[in-house]
């Protein structure tokens, strides 16, 4: 496979990951992300870069989110500790747990991970006293800074982005060949009827969720990366000048909304993250709203012929994938073995091992420019999210504190199971971020 630069991947990846929804908002997160107000929240201080070899018989607990990386984060680890000696014990929380509830519990019983994940932005303000400045480790001089921004408080680095994700319709070239789709839709009123050839031909259209997160705040996202001003509107939204009520974006964006779960299988209502790809995995489905990241737990199953579609919600043709750093790596300063933390993520993104992990087995589109990579390691859904990255939205949920998008994936809930309608949708949208901001 031809091998493509990690540094033009990421560079053209990142041109809108920084954080607004699309290609004519670049502001920086600074200008509506409020500084810590006080000592006590300020980020920790910068510690000196980790230099000395690991030492013996340490361990190192790692509290992380994604699913599907835990068997190969768990091989990985194995790995340093034989290279090092340096024990890594991985505990895994994701899918259909609430991470940052389960990772709050787990500082509250005083049992304190020396590494965690935030997604940034608002979600990491309640951890400033504990994110170690990262900034000068050596490898921080190679992220490509817009995969830093959400994690970059006064200047501060404050994680290590974890890898680049774009999101959108993820689909199987063979069953839309079968079902005699030539001509892929880009518009809402065109992938309504890729839906109803697919369903004529016997193939279900969509393989959907009931998670809270996946109908939450990836589908929602959607509307608000598609805002003329993502950033102002969110800021608004927050301040209670704006609302989801009456947005014209939001108005037609449910309209996507209802399409998917029309064409979506029949048990949709009780079917979990894990059961949603393996169904789209099979082949029993020709669609699904996911990322990049579902790759791996494709490939166990079988070798698909796929491609990753914007999501339209009008018949505009402007529709958009959505792409952002996923995740970081955070180092708790709390932690009597922090500089043995640094220690290993230092050696996941410079050593020939921690390399190939991320591209060969996470499948991860890298953050660091010195990270190489290729089509074969990252998969069909990482080039094709490489393909449209210089035209994707951003991700903005993580804008909001956390509990707001919580709030957001039990109304989609509601709404998914018929049990209120579209102005009820949109009043609970409104009334999560109200009830949360204004505490």
């Known amino acids: 496979m031809k091998r493509i630069s990690a540094g033009i991947l990421i560079a053209s990846l990142l041109t809108v990951a920084a954080g607004c929804g699309n290609n004519n908002n670049n502001a920086s997160p600074a200008s509506s992300e409020a500084a810590p107000s006080s000592a006590s929240s300020a980020p920790a201080s910068s510690a000196a870069p980790s230099s000395d070899a690991p030492k013996k018989d340490v361990t190192i607990k790692v509290f992380q989110f994604k699913v599907e990386i835990a068997d190969a984060l768990n091989k990985m680890a194995e790995q340093y500790e034989k290279e090092t000696g340096v024990k890594v014990d991985v505990e895994t929380h994701g899918g ?97 009827a890729a839906a109803k050839k697919l369903q004529d031909a016997g193939i279900t259209p969509f393989s959907t969720t009931n998670e809270w997160w996946s109908i939450g705040h990836h589908t929602i996202n959607v509307g608000l990366s598609e805002q003329p001003d993502p950033i102002q509107f969110i800021d608004d939204n927050k301040k209670g000048t704006a609302s989801f009520k009456g947005n014209a974006v939001f108005e037609k964006w449910i309209n996507y909304v209802d399409l998917v779960f029309k064409y979506s299988q029949k048990d949709k209502l009780t079917t979990d993250y894990a059961t949603q790809v393996a169904t789209f995995a099979s082949g029993k489905a020709a669609m699904i709203q996911q990322g990049n990241w579902i790759q791996g737990d494709i490939d166990k199953v079988a070798k ?67 990270i190489p990579a290729t089509q074969e390691d990252i998969g069909q859904l990482g080039a094709a999210v490489s393909e449209q990255a210089k035209e994707a939205g951003g991700w903005n949920w993580g804008r909001y504190p956390d509990g707001v998008i919580q709030g957001w994936g039990a109304a989609m809930q509601e709404y998914q199971g018929g049990s209120i309608d579209k102005d009820q949708l949109f009043d609970k949208f409104d009334k999560a971020v109200k009830d949360i901001v204004s505490k």
């Not at 991470?99 to 400033?128: M, R, T, V």
């Not at 018949?315 to 932690?335: L, R």
């Open 304 to 370: 698909l012929n796929l491609g990753m579609l914007p999501i339209p919600i009008d018949d505009s043709g402007k529709a958009h994938i959505y792409t952002g750093p996923a995740n970081f790596w955070i180092v708790n300063s709390k932690s009597k073995n922090a500089e043995e933390a640094k220690k290993f993520l230092a050696w996941m993104v410079t050593s020939d091992t921690g390399k190939s992990y991320i591209t060969k087995e996470f499948k991860f589109i890298p953050a660091l420019v010195t």
């Open 96 to 192: 259909g747990e609430d991470y940052n509830a389960l990772l709050k519990a787990e500082i509250a019983s005083g049992s304190e991970p020396e590494i965690f994940n935030s997604e940034g932005y608002a979600a990491l303000e309640p951890y400033y006293d504990r994110a170690t400045d990262l900034s000068g480790e050596a490898w921080a001089t190679d992220v490509v800074n817009s995969a830093a921004a959400p994690a970059r408080v006064d200047g501060k680095l404050l994680g290590m982005p974890m890898n680049i994700e774009g999101y959108g319709i993820v689909y199987n070239k063979d069953l839309f060949a079968k079902a005699g789709i030539t001509e892929l839709p880009k518009t809402l009123t065109q992938l309504e």
